[in-house]
């Protein structure tokens, strides 16, 4: 139902439904919005964005069952869809289908990467998937501290009951064995404080942050003078403030941005070994 392309009867009648359902939704009539969405789709059951507005609706009204119901049939009819994807990713986060969420996540900021970066979608699937990223994290932070927890201490019962045997087998020699023991104590601990430095939060590298926001990079371009930028944020620059480099002060235009693949391969895998990266407050 591209521009240009006369509308039948019923498909004519169904986009006058969708914009009589986008009216009543701007106007909070989110029952009135879902009954005419519903109608249009009844009418043409092949556009998906009957089922994305519908969608949005039960968002709105927290009924996140048929959220992921209508999302998943738009998805059949248009795999590319953005809001699709992103509204199914936040269905199966409220139903703690964590792993399915977070993978339509990620394709809707693919695809809305690709459709638009400035695009204020962008920024908010970002926002959600930086959010349920950062609580799988968490979860598993959680259980990998619990259960090192649990292995340093019976390790440490272990040397305890090594050095009894010890004191015991060894008389005359109680001060070595108490050294060897402190020594073996001090060993073990160091060990585990090492496993623990990557669920520790500390600092960003900085060659992993945008220039201007400081934040850890999502979207990373790089200038021809060799700065790198994310994305929407040098865009912005450029629309706010003017063409040029605000580092170099050089003239630059978006034509000259190109995507920094290494920067955003070297961010995921920092992401992926440090997952508290994620928490953007």
């Not at 199966?92 to 400035?118: M, S, T, V, W």
């Not at 920067?263 to 895998?269: F, M, N, P, R, T």
Request: charged letters at 30%; glycine letters at 4%; proline letters at 5%.
């Amino acid at each position: 139902m591209g521009p240009g392309v006369p509308l039948s009867g019923p498909a004519k009648q169904a986009e006058i439904l969708r914009k009589d359902g986008n009216h009543y939704f701007q106007k909070g009539r989110i029952g009135a919005a879902i009954e005419a969405y519903t109608e249009a789709i009844t009418l043409c059951p092949n556009v998906p964005v009957y089922l994305t507005n519908r969608a949005l609706c039960h968002r709105k009204r927290n009924d996140w069952n048929k959220v992921e119901e209508d999302c998943r049939r738009a998805i059949q009819l248009d795999s590319s869809s953005v809001k699709a994807h992103y509204m199914l990713g936040l269905a199966l986060l409220q139903n703690k289908e964590y792993p399915e969420g977070i993978k339509h996540l990620e394709k809707a900021l693919d695809l809305g990467r690709g459709e638009n970066p400035k695009s204020y979608i962008v920024e908010e699937i970002w926002q959600e998937l930086a959010k349920a990223k950062y609580r799988e994290w968490e979860q598993a932070s959680t259980e990998r501290s619990w259960e090192l927890q649990t292995l340093k201490e019976a390790c440490e019962a272990a040397l305890e009951q090594k050095y009894f045997l010890d004191q015991s087998e060894l008389e005359g020699f109680v001060d070595e064995a108490d050294i060897a023991h402190r020594k073996q104590l001090k060993s073990l601990r160091s060990v585990f404080e090492k496993v623990t430095e990557a669920d520790s939060p500390s600092e960003v590298p900085d060659y992993l942050c945008c220039k201007i926001t400081l934040d850890i990079l999502r979207d990373p371009v790089i200038t021809p003078s060799g700065v790198t930028y994310e994305r929407a944020v040098i865009l912005d620059h450029f629309n706010k403030v003017g063409n040029f480099d605000p580092i170099t002060r050089e003239l630059l235009n978006e034509s000259q941005l190109i995507p920094n693949l290494a920067i955003k391969e070297a961010v995921q895998s920092f992401l992926d070994k440090h997952g508290w990266a994620y928490n953007m407050d």
